[in-house]
């Protein structure tokens, strides 16, 4: 599925938004090893201030361990990394009260409930200076006891994060209790609690419904529009896709591309497909476009042919490539049936990436 | 260091807010070291060291709580968060690793205090004793919690999972309960099993704490009043030891300590 392009894309096009931006997350030559194992093999990547950048990747491609040194949970075994022009190990006082996190999973105490949970970080918070500027439409009362628990007053700031990830009415619900995919959303809450100037968003969807996913990307989109850096890592395309300005393709511990979402599905070539009937078709019989000559297959007693555009002239190559199959066509007398011109996909990219490496 | 303080005593909060929602932790560490306290005051002494064998053993009984509120209830609440990934969290958090190792110290203390509090009620309900230098209690329960706490964090380490916890905090336990001079003065063990309890950090906060209740020596066999500053002077081989330990414990806490779960 294709978005149409947003604002902030044709700024960094014309190269209006890139030009003396300061880069936010800085990585160079990054490699981390776990033992015997090399989990990210050598890579550099920028982000500016104000964008969204995603790390495609199945499980195992070492977008986690990326994060995660970002983060400032373990050294680079070789390679520099900064954050907001800082080191996230020798630096991390400064530049902890700056960043939120988003873990892939876990890490609350579950006797705690939601509101605690988050009353918690917001004091922490507060501590560090960082006061919480949010504020929900209502306050929940406290001072009584229930079930030998002490309930407390819930005051407007916190009400106002868990509105912002549709937990209010979880707010006296103790965290153990919570699915998976409100956890998360618990999680983004604590993530962005303290208006943070980077934001690391671990997998933030995974194990949500799609309601949920949707108030997530909605939390992302606004943040963005706050001017938030966010760095996020997903193995959902559509994710990726919807949310990110640049992208890079992750797999086996190596960056195979990167770019705006159309860039990097502008190297996947736009496919023309179509069918003649009968199965004497060869190579030969039909012309090559744009420099490429088709793949053929044989099936139901037609042949389906397809052909994949690779050409420099990455918006007019597909209607470049129409006008002689169409003469071709003619010529022959031949009637294309299901002919369809479909622009490569972020799948196609995905899987052609994923695909090579693996064999 | 201010934001430190701050996020370490707001994390102690939660850590006593949590002990109290947890009814197995409220037995280990409140109830269990009493219920011991209990069984070994019911056994007739004789006098001990000079004084009446109750008050003496009673007055030895900080020893077991360190190991219960302090030693195994931080084995436990490190390894469980670390395996729940809380540390993790925590640590991607806001609060410094400072924050918070000082803010389990500080509900630990907390505990700690509490126990030695309800232990002076006892004493005094039973024996007519109140403490003779509270000041010196309150530095043996702090200096025993940081040994403590620090030697807990490297078991914790040597911990793989909250399950285990119940046999790597055996062996410390055994000692403690052995080897320290809750029943007995460290006196009557034979030659080097005496000094080797003497080096022992819960050796010498036994002796603090109850040099602190009962205003004598008993850093030494001897059991003769001391004034105030005397207890002090006496104090010192022992404060000295705790110290060494605070160093061991942060050398070993620092090498075994682990804020994750082992990759793979």
Same mark, same amino acid.
């Given at each position: 599925?294709?978005?149409?392009?947003?604002?902030?894309?044709?700024?960094?096009?014309?190269?209006?938004?890139?030009?003396?931006?300061?880069?936010?997350?800085?990585?160079?030559?990054?490699?981390?090893?776990?033992?015997?194992?090399?989990?990210?093999?050598?890579?550099?990547?920028?982000?500016?201030?104000?964008?969204?950048?995603?790390?495609?990747?199945?499980?195992?491609?070492?977008?986690?361990?990326?994060?995660?040194?970002?983060?400032?949970?373990?050294?680079?075994?070789?390679?520099?990394?900064?954050?907001?022009?800082?080191?996230?190990?020798?630096?991390?006082?400064?530049?902890?009260?700056?960043?939120?996190?988003?873990?892939?999973?876990?890490?609350?105490?579950?006797?705690?409930?939601?509101?605690?949970?988050?009353?918690?970080?917001?004091?922490?918070?507060?501590?560090?200076?960082?006061?919480?500027?949010?504020?929900?439409?209502?306050?929940?009362?406290?001072?009584?006891?229930?079930?030998?628990?002490?309930?407390?007053?819930?005051?407007?700031?916190?009400?106002?994060?868990?509105?912002?990830?549709?937990?209010?009415?979880?707010?006296?619900?103790?965290?153990?209790?919570?699915?998976?995919?409100?956890?998360?959303?618990?999680?983004?809450?604590?993530?962005?609690?303290?208006?943070?100037?980077?934001?690391?968003?671990?997998?933030?969807?995974?194990?949500?419904?799609?309601?949920?996913?949707?108030?997530?990307?909605?939390?992302?989109?606004?943040?963005?529009?706050?001017?938030?850096?966010?760095?996020?890592?997903?193995?959902?395309?559509?994710?990726?896709?919807?949310?990110?300005?640049?992208?890079?393709?992750?797999?086996?511990?190596?960056?195979?591309?990167?770019?705006?979402?159309?860039?990097?599905?502008?190297?996947?070539?736009?496919?023309?497909?179509?069918?003649?009937?009968?199965?004497?078709?060869?190579?030969?019989?039909?012309?090559?476009?744009?420099?490429?000559?088709?793949?053929?297959?044989?099936?139901?007693?037609?042949?389906?042919?397809?052909?994949?555009?690779?050409?420099?002239?990455?918006?007019?190559?597909?209607?470049?490539?129409?006008?002689?199959?169409?003469?071709?066509?003619?010529?022959?007398?031949?009637?294309?049936?299901?002919?369809?011109?479909?622009?490569?996909?972020?799948?196609?990219?995905?899987?052609?990436?994923?695909?090579?490496?693996?064999? | 260091?201010?934001?430190?303080?701050?996020?370490?005593?707001?994390?102690?909060?939660?850590?006593?807010?949590?002990?109290?929602?947890?009814?197995?932790?409220?037995?280990?560490?409140?109830?269990?070291?009493?219920?011991?306290?209990?069984?070994?005051?019911?056994?007739?002494?004789?006098?001990?060291?000079?004084?009446?064998?109750?008050?003496?053993?009673?007055?030895?009984?900080?020893?077991?709580?360190?190991?219960?509120?302090?030693?195994?209830?931080?084995?436990?609440?490190?390894?469980?968060?670390?395996?729940?990934?809380?540390?993790?969290?925590?640590?991607?958090?806001?609060?410094?690793?400072?924050?918070?190792?000082?803010?389990?110290?500080?509900?630990?203390?907390?505990?700690?205090?509490?126990?030695?509090?309800?232990?002076?009620?006892?004493?005094?309900?039973?024996?007519?004793?109140?403490? #003779?230098?509270? +000041?010196? /209690?309150? *530095?043996?329960? &702090?200096?025993? $919690?940081?040994?403590?706490? !620090?030697?807990?964090?490297? @078991?914790?380490?040597?911990?793989?999972?909250?399950?285990?916890?119940?046999?790597?905090?055996?062996?410390?336990?055994?000692?403690?309960?052995?080897?320290?001079?809750?029943?007995?003065?460290?006196?009557?063990?034979?030659?080097?099993?005496?000094?080797?309890?003497?080096?022992?950090?819960?050796?010498?906060?036994?002796?603090?704490?109850?040099?602190?209740?009962?205003?004598?020596?008993?850093?030494?066999?001897?059991?003769?009043?001391?004034?105030?500053?005397?207890?002090?002077? #006496?104090?010192? +081989?022992? /404060?000295? *030891?705790?110290? &060494?330990?605070? $160093?061991?414990?942060?050398? !070993?806490?620092?090498?075994? @300590?682990?804020?994750?779960?082992?990759?793979?």
């Amino acid at each position: 599925m294709i978005y149409p392009m947003r604002t902030r894309q044709l700024a960094d096009a014309t190269g209006a938004g890139t030009a003396g931006l300061e880069n936010v997350i800085e990585v160079g030559g990054l490699r981390q090893k776990y033992g015997d194992f090399e989990a990210v093999r050598g890579i550099s990547f920028a982000v500016p201030r104000g964008e969204v950048f995603a790390l495609l990747g199945t499980n195992g491609a070492g977008k986690t361990t990326t994060m995660e040194v970002l983060e400032g949970y373990a050294p680079a075994t070789d390679g520099t990394v900064r954050v907001l022009g800082l080191d996230p190990i020798r630096q991390h006082r400064e530049l902890r009260p700056r960043v939120g996190i988003m873990l892939q999973e876990g890490g609350f105490l579950g006797d705690l409930t939601v509101a605690e949970t988050v009353d918690l970080w917001k004091g922490m918070s507060e501590d560090a200076g960082r006061p919480v500027t949010l504020s929900g439409s209502t306050e929940l009362p406290g001072g009584f006891t229930l079930m030998g628990t002490r309930i407390r007053r819930v005051d407007r700031a916190t009400m106002g994060a868990l509105e912002l990830v549709g937990l209010e009415k979880k707010a006296r619900v103790k965290v153990k209790q919570l699915s998976g995919g409100q956890k998360r959303r618990l999680d983004l809450a604590l993530a962005v609690l303290g208006s943070p100037e980077v934001l690391f968003l671990d997998e933030p969807t995974t194990g949500m419904d799609p309601e949920a996913r949707r108030t997530t990307w909605k939390v992302v989109e606004n943040l963005r529009e706050a001017g938030t850096t966010v760095l996020l890592t997903t193995h959902y395309l559509e994710e990726a896709e919807r949310l990110a300005d640049r992208l890079a393709i992750m797999h086996e511990g190596l960056i195979h591309t990167h770019g705006t979402v159309d860039e990097v599905v502008a190297t996947s070539g736009d496919m023309i497909t179509f069918r003649l009937p009968g199965t004497s078709w060869t190579f030969g019989d039909l012309p090559a476009l744009d420099g490429v000559a088709p793949v053929l297959t044989y099936s139901g007693g037609g042949t389906e042919v397809g052909y994949t555009l690779t050409g420099a002239d990455t918006a007019t190559r597909a209607h470049a490539a129409l006008r002689p199959l169409m003469a071709w066509a003619d010529t022959r007398g031949e009637a294309l049936e299901r002919l369809a011109v479909r622009r490569g996909t972020l799948e196609d990219v995905f899987m052609r990436i994923v695909g090579e490496a693996g064999l | 260091m201010r934001t430190d303080v701050l996020h370490a005593v707001r994390l102690a909060r939660i850590d006593l807010t949590l002990v109290g929602r947890n009814t197995t932790v409220l037995f280990n560490v409140l109830l269990m070291p009493l219920l011991l306290a209990a069984v070994y005051t019911s056994f007739p002494t004789g006098d001990i060291a000079g004084i009446d064998g109750e008050l003496f053993v009673l007055t030895g009984v900080p020893g077991l709580m360190l190991a219960f509120a302090v030693f195994i209830n931080l084995v436990n609440a490190f390894t469980a968060r670390r395996e729940e990934l809380v540390l993790k969290r925590l640590r991607g958090g806001q609060p410094s690793a400072m924050a918070v190792m000082a803010g389990s110290g500080l509900s630990a203390l907390a505990l700690f205090l509490f126990q030695v509090l309800l232990l002076g009620v006892w004493v005094h309900r039973a024996e007519g004793v109140l403490p #003779a230098n509270v +000041p010196m /209690i309150v *530095i043996a329960a &702090a200096l025993g $919690v940081a040994v403590f706490g !620090l030697l807990a964090a490297a @078991f914790s380490g040597l911990t793989p999972n909250a399950e285990m916890a119940q046999i790597t905090v055996l062996p410390v336990l055994l000692v403690m309960m052995v080897a320290a001079p809750i029943a007995f003065p460290a006196e009557v063990l034979p030659g080097p099993l005496a000094v080797i309890s003497g080096l022992l950090p819960v050796t010498p906060i036994v002796e603090m704490m109850r040099t602190g209740f009962l205003g004598a020596d008993h850093f030494t066999d001897g059991g003769e009043q001391l004034n105030m500053i005397e207890q002090w002077v #006496a104090a010192l +081989p022992s /404060i000295g *030891i705790l110290l &060494a330990w605070v $160093v061991i414990g942060a050398v !070993l806490a620092r090498w075994l @300590f682990r804020w994750e779960p082992r990759h793979g």
